[in-house]
């Protein structure tokens, strides 16, 4: 096809391409590419119901494009072209995305999922490791000038013989099972759907009652997909279901966990330490977790690698190159598979 050719397919880009160039050189080749001038969601509103972005079939997002658009949702839907079909997600959740407001727009939604699995999951174990043996504090006191700091930081423990309780068994939670054995953990889980009898006898992890993974666990894993039914999940209820002195690792999305009554289990010690990767208002993270020395904080880097951030873009390009060379996706989200 021909640069000039009218019949070029048209490419909304929103967000930026860092690593996978080649990958992105090659959906120019075959399309147009638009991208918005807007930095704010009602610029974006504005320019979207202005035509300038007609005839665009896929758009190829990324989790930065939020400050621009906001969520994907009817209203955005709405104001972009009704030959919009295909909105292709860098990452693995996608819950800044509306799924049900473009099921009914008829426009189908990918991600990014196995690409982000090693990646998040070595940062699960790196929270679970540091949050266990209360690294936060010596971390913060040697950056002092303090050494240990004045008050000695609390002996931690070792993950040997522990139980680690994963909640959500996709492919995040199913590596970081298969990494937390290696360092002796026995590993429980609750996921919706059970695993085939073959995949929990490789990973030796055993399927109990979502209550049961609450009471049993020595240190709990959030591995589970943010969405309506799964929005503070873990909150005040299940906290005190937990045994006292647990650990909480969370590399999912912050609204998983209630952050108030996270903060609440910490300060009276029901929980006695947790490792974060992710919060309820990113970039805000909530004062009590910022002051409570025991909890080791992250700021959102679960995929930040290069060969993950590579792989990642290289997945949901190839996803944008299906969708207009073949009208279909690689990686269509669960919700959508009856579509
Ligand atoms: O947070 C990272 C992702 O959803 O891929």
Same mark, same amino acid.
């Given at each position: 096809? #021909? ?8 490419? @909304?880009?929103l ?31 504005e ?27 009817? +209203? @955005? ?32 939604? #990918? ?7 090693d ?15 209360n ?16 008050? @000695? ?39 919706r759907?059970?695993?085939? #009898? ?5 990973l ?20 589970l997909? @943010? ?26 999305r ?38 409570n ?19 990642? +873009? +290289? ?25």
């Open positions: 096809m #021909s640069p000039n050719d009218r019949n070029r397919p048209k490419v @909304l880009r967000g930026v391409i860092v690593h996978a160039h080649s990958a992105w050189a090659s959906v120019e080749e075959i399309a147009d590419v638009f991208t918005p001038k807007s930095t704010n969601r009602a610029d974006f509103l320019e979207a119901a202005s035509g300038a972005f007609d005839g665009c079939v896929a758009a190829y997002r990324t989790f930065d494009s939020f400050e621009v658009t906001g969520k994907i949702d009817g +209203e @955005l839907l709405d104001a972009l072209p009704r030959s919009l079909r295909f909105v292709c997600h860098n990452g693995a959740g996608y819950d800044q995305v509306d799924v049900q407001a473009c099921t009914a727009h008829n426009i189908r939604v #990918s991600n990014t999922p196995t690409a982000v699995d990646a998040t999951a070595d940062i699960g174990i790196f929270l679970l490791l540091g949050a266990l043996r690294l936060a504090v010596g971390m913060a006191a040697i950056r002092a000038g303090e050494w240990r700091g004045s008050t @000695l930081p609390a002996l931690g423990h070792d993950p040997q013989g522990k139980v680690l309780g994963i909640l959500g068994m996709g492919g995040i939670g199913r590596n970081m099972a298969a990494k937390a054995r290696a360092f002796g953990m026995k590993i429980r889980y609750y996921n759907t059970r695993l085939a #009898s073959d995949i929990e006898a490789e030796g992890a055993e399927y109990v009652g979502f209550d049961e993974l609450l009471a049993e666990s020595d240190v709990l894993s959030l591995n997909p @943010l969405n309506a039914n799964t929005r503070h999940i873990i909150s005040q209820g299940e906290f005190a279901k937990m045994k006292k002195g647990i650990v909480i690792v969370n590399t999912a912050g609204a998983v966990i209630d952050e108030a009554a996270l903060v609440e289990a910490l300060d009276s010690g029901q929980v006695c330490s947790a490792g974060l990767d992710v919060y309820e208002q990113e970039p805000c993270v909530h004062p009590g977790l910022l002051s020395p025991r909890v080791l904080l992250v700021p959102h880097m679960g995929t930040w690698t290069v060969e993950t951030e590579t792989k990642m +873009e +290289e997945w949901a390009i190839s996803n944008v190159r299906m969708a207009i060379e073949q009208g279909r996706l690689r990686s269509m989200v669960p919700e959508q598979r009856d579509m």
